[in-house]
């Protein structure tokens, strides 16, 4: 019994145990260095986010529609490998006829949309519509090898768009419309294509202001009766 006290008080037993605890340490120091990154890339996704929605209420002062076209994986050689990156291609609109794109680069993917977000919001444009829900007149975009055709529909069509281009009309609060894309199907060609005929778009009161006429005789132009014509000019917001 006197030993066990002995070796159980003794210096040595001190030494003995601290020795695993600080091998414990090293190596926990250790995975948890990989762990705390593989953590904080999680966790720096989360954060970001929440950032970014924050950011997007208080900065506009309005709820924005932000959607996520294209993630694309990147690479750059460098002296000893490859350096991978992503690729965000982002549209974002209010909803109320404004749209924007953009897109950034960055070695996470949180990053990149959040960068693309940024460029997006800083490059919106102003579409005018129709009764808020369709365009006012059909229209042709084209980009690079990129063709696409756009054009107003009656209440209820709904969305004929695909892939990028249905992320645009959705961010714009477009309601109805028919498109068709012609060409090469890479994203970034399909977008600008689109707001090229987004921003062709012409709205009859911009066209009456313009040549110094009213917009009921616009309007009238094409057979309409008077008072139906200035009935629609009068229900004409943009």
Do not use: C, W
């Not at 006197?2 to 145990?17: C, F, K, R």
């Not at 091998?23 to 260095?33: E, H, V």
């Not at 506009?60 to 991978?84: A, D, P, Q």
């Not at 549209?91 to 953009?102: H, L, N, Q, S």
Request: net charge positive.
């Amino acid at each position: 019994m006197a030993d066990e006290t002995v070796l159980e008080g003794a210096p040595g037993a001190d030494v003995a145990t601290d020795a695993p605890r600080e091998g414990r340490g090293r190596g926990d120091r250790g995975r948890g260095r990989g762990g705390n990154d593989r953590g904080g890339e999680r966790g720096g996704r989360g954060r970001r986010d929440d950032r970014g929605r924050g950011n997007r209420d208080e900065e506009g002062g309005e709820e924005l529609i932000e959607k996520l076209v294209h993630i694309n994986r990147v690479s750059k050689t460098v002296k000893g490998g490859k350096r991978f990156g992503f690729a965000a291609l982002v549209v974002v609109g209010d909803g109320k006829g404004r749209v924007g794109f953009g897109h950034g680069k960055a070695r996470e993917v949180p990053e990149a949309i959040t960068k693309a977000t940024a460029s997006a919001k800083k490059t919106m444009v102003r579409v005018p519509l129709k009764e808020g829900r369709t365009l006012h007149h059909d229209g042709k975009g084209r980009f690079g090898a990129g063709k696409v055709n756009v054009r107003s529909a009656p209440a209820g069509t709904g969305i004929i768009a695909g892939g990028p281009m249905r992320a645009v009309f959705e961010s714009l609060g477009v309601a109805d419309v028919v498109t068709k894309s012609v060409g090469t199907s890479n994203p970034y060609n399909m977008i600008r294509a689109t707001f090229d005929a987004l921003t062709d778009q012409t709205s009859p009161k911009s066209v009456a202001q313009r040549r110094g006429k009213k917009i009921a005789d616009l309007l009238g132009r094409g057979g309409a009766v008077a008072a139906e014509a200035e009935a629609e000019a009068a229900a004409i917001v943009e």
